[in-house]
């Protein structure tokens, strides 16, 4: 089992920046995939990024609703990863969770850790 808490969410104004991370503890940290999903009220939680690592290459997705805009990674030595958010726009508005898993997924059920989520609100 791995513990997560997420930080870094704030309300911030569109076309402004946050950087958001995910500290980890508990399994292994470098051989997680590590995931960002986001959930607004009355919906499901949204795959936002994830990056995963096989050997020396690490892989990075990315939803087409942010790609270009956010940049996820990982520092392995402080078990934590980031997702930097860029040119912020209303809609980006939402809960954030860090999530953690064996394998590469854009569905939440393929993670078996979470964190308690950090809000994000993006005004216009």
């Known amino acids: 089992q791995v513990q997560l808490v997420e930080s870094g969410g704030r309300l911030v104004q569109a076309g402004g920046s946050l950087r958001l991370s995910c500290a980890a503890s508990?399994?292994?940290?470098?051989?997680?995939?590590m995931g960002w999903f986001r959930q607004t009220p009355g919906k499901e939680r949204e795959f936002v990024a994830a990056?995963?690592?096989?050997?020396?290459?690490?892989?990075?997705y990315y939803a087409d609703s942010v790609k270009g805009r956010f940049t996820i990674s990982r520092d392995n030595a402080k078990n934590t990863v980031y997702l930097q958010m860029n040119s912020l726009k209303p809609e980006d508005t939402a809960v954030y969770y860090c999530?953690?898993?064996?394998?590469?997924?854009?569905?939440?059920?393929?993670?078996?850790?979470w964190g308690q989520g950090t809000q994000v609100t993006v005004s216009s």
């Open positions: 999530a953690a898993g064996g394998s590469y997924s854009k569905r939440e059920y393929d993670y078996d850790d």
């Open positions: 508990g399994r292994s940290f470098s051989n997680l995939v």
């Open positions: 990056i995963r690592r096989n050997g020396v290459t690490t892989y990075y």
